[in-house]
């Protein structure tokens, strides 16, 4: 079964500095994706990137990158220049593949981690 | 991509009663799923909803409980009954859009008394 494992519960970042929150996955698949979201106090769901299991490069967006090490089935996000905006939970996530529809299934969420930035 | 209206945003209701939760797209898609997020806790997909099909439920969330409804492309919703105050969640929506990314509502906040 796949599973996402996140195994920061809370991180503390000073303002300007960078942080890495850790996630790793399982799974049988070839074919998978994996994206981070961001959920600040108000509930919405942001979307902050997305790696795809045969992309070569890591991907980014902006402050935000991802230290994909596929071996090791990690999925790293890292954000550069905290902001104190950036406080917030951050969940790791993995697209599950229907083969039926090839379009994506559900997808899957880690525990989530709250990252705390201190001015 | 694409963008979901979801409705109410927040409610309080009694215990004993029923909520149903609403969203619209703008765009057609195909899937569509509901999440219940606990206090405290991650996302646990409680249904897939296809146009045209039943939904297909997770294991321990069962039709009675979450009824849900797809009528169209671009519609959905999902009904709480029998609320308890256990019930009381952030209920979001989310779809698949072409590109194979997600996209989800802002939200609905239960609170059952």
């Known amino acids: 079964a796949q599973k996402i494992t996140q195994t920061q519960p809370g991180m503390f970042v000073q303002e300007k500095e960078a942080v890495t929150l850790d996630c790793t996955y399982d799974?049988?698949?070839?074919?998978?994706?994996l994206f981070w979201y961001k959920q600040p106090s108000s509930g919405e769901m942001i979307f902050l990137i997305y790696?795809?299991?045969?992309?070569?490069q890591n991907a980014t967006e902006g402050r935000y990158s991802l230290n994909f090490q596929k071996a090791r089935k990690s999925a790293n996000l890292v954000i550069s220049a905290s902001q104190l905006g950036d406080s917030a939970m951050y969940f790791c996530a993995m697209r599950e593949t229907l083969a039926a529809y090839n379009q994506g299934g559900k997808l899957i969420f880690g525990q989530g981690t709250e990252l705390s930035v201190k001015p | 991509s694409a963008v979901i209206s979801q409705k109410p945003s927040r409610d309080i209701c009694q215990r004993g009663t029923s909520l149903t939760i609403q969203c619209q797209v703008d765009?057609?898609?195909?899937?569509m799923f509901w999440y219940r997020q606990q206090p405290g806790q991650s996302l646990t997909l409680i249904a897939t909803?296809?146009?045209?099909?039943?939904?297909?439920?997770e294991s321990g969330f069962v039709i009675d409980k979450f009824p849900i409804s797809r009528p169209n492309l671009t519609f959905s919703t999902l009904t709480v009954s029998n609320m308890s105050p256990e019930d009381s969640s952030i209920y979001l929506c989310s779809v698949v859009t072409k590109d194979y990314g997600y996209t989800f509502g802002s939200g609905t906040r239960l609170t059952v008394v």
């Open positions: 765009s057609q898609v195909t899937m």
């Open positions: 790696q795809g299991s045969y992309d070569e």
């Open positions: 799974t049988s698949d070839q074919s998978y994706g």
């Open positions: 909803a296809n146009q045209g099909s039943e939904a297909t439920y």
